[in-house]
């Protein structure tokens, strides 16, 4: 039997969405070569600037989404990513993959599919997301505004037995997010720098892997805060933090964050590698451990 996603009116194919992936994945792949910047006049933007893909799908960082859209589109353009990432904690892994759409530097759509694994109870919870976002002003350089960024993360898991077994309210629920960036040329130590803050409301547990809402509801707005700067025009460094909430009384949620490397050989590949810290999940403390991520761009 098929599994499909369906949200707001309209269903996925999820077989369909990772034959997709793959096929694109083999298209980027002779790119590599190529030198980008001069083939390809759609990659227009400074490298690196689309950012990486984060764990809900959307681009930014890993933890967390930014201002920036995904790719190097520009207005007028189109432009695509697809990714694999790998979390490993003390007792938790997490596999994704997916990807997004860029419409003309204006609008990003995105699909992830996200698998998580109990070690311990060798028991898995999958989850489904699809993002929507859209830049409303600015531009993360060339403006005197931020860019500023509104988003819709739409998560639904497919294993609803823990969530619901630990007090979550629903086993489907929507995040939604204002994101603002700004990058500076000449920042510190004279090289480019960006930073990057987010306001979150929703109530998804663990990014949404234990459900959403509970018993015990937190503040529903939280914020997200990351930064990079870039060492050489390839590499850049980087931490973000994200604030979450703690609605199930039977289990503790602490906030995460994590510094990172990524590195842009060109434009068409990225790499990703970050020290995590997640804190307590599921009731196991100090959940930390390592972050790959390999995204390619069409």
């Given at each position: ?8 009116g309209?269903r996925?194919?999820?077989k369909?969405?990772s034959?997709c ?5 083999m ?6 070569t190529?030198?980008?910047?001069e083939?390809n006049?759609?990659?227009g933007?400074?490298?690196?600037t689309g950012?990486?893909s ?5 681009g930014g ?7 920036t859209l995904s790719s190097y589109a520009?207005a007028?353009?189109?432009g ?9 904690v003390?007792?938790y ?7 997004s759409?860029?419409?003309h530097?204006?609008?990003e ?18 989850q489904d ?24 993360e739409?998560?639904e ?6 969530a619901?077994?630990?007090?979550a ?32 409301y929703?109530d ?8 959403y ?6 503040t529903?707005?939280?914020v ?11 590499v850049a460094?980087g931490?973000?933090?994200r604030?979450?909430p703690?609605?199930?009384?039977a289990l503790k949620?602490e ?7 990524a ?15 997640l804190?307590?999940?599921a ?6 451990g390592?972050y790959f991520?390999l995204?390619?761009?069409l």
């Open positions: 039997m098929k599994q499909t996603l369906s949200a707001a309209f996925i194919d999820t369909t969405v034959l992936m793959a096929v694109a994945m298209t980027a792949l002779p790119g590599l190529v030198a980008d910047e083939q006049p759609r990659f933007k400074i490298k690196g950012g990486v984060s764990i809900s799908g959307v960082g890993g933890l967390t989404p930014w201002a520009e007028g353009q189109l695509g990513t697809v990714f694999a990432s790998q979390a490993r003390d007792d892994q997490l596999d994704i993959y997916g990807g759409f860029n419409f530097d204006k609008v759509v995105s699909y992830v599919r996200q698998d998580f694994l109990i070690e311990a109870a060798d028991l898995n919870i999958r997301k699809i993002g929507l976002r859209y830049k409303v002003a600015g531009d993360v350089i060339y403006d005197r505004l931020p860019q500023i960024t509104v988003g819709v739409h998560g898991l497919r294993d609803e037995a823990v619901l077994s630990v007090g309210r629903e086993t489907r629920g929507t995040d939604y997010t204002i994101s603002m960036a700004r990058a500076w040329i000449n920042g510190i130590g004279h090289r480019t720098t960006l930073l990057n803050v987010n306001l979150r929703g998804s547990n663990q990014f949404g892997i234990l459900g809402g509970g018993d015990d509801a937190d529903r707005v939280n997200e805060v990351a930064g990079a700067m870039f060492l050489n025009r390839s460094v931490f973000e933090w604030q979450k703690d609605n199930l009384s949620e906030n995460a964050h994590d510094l990172f490397v590195y842009f050989p060109n434009k068409r590949l990225s790499f990703t590698a970050a020290w995590v810290d804190g307590e999940i009731g196991a403390p100090d959940q930390r390592v991520s995204q390619a761009n």
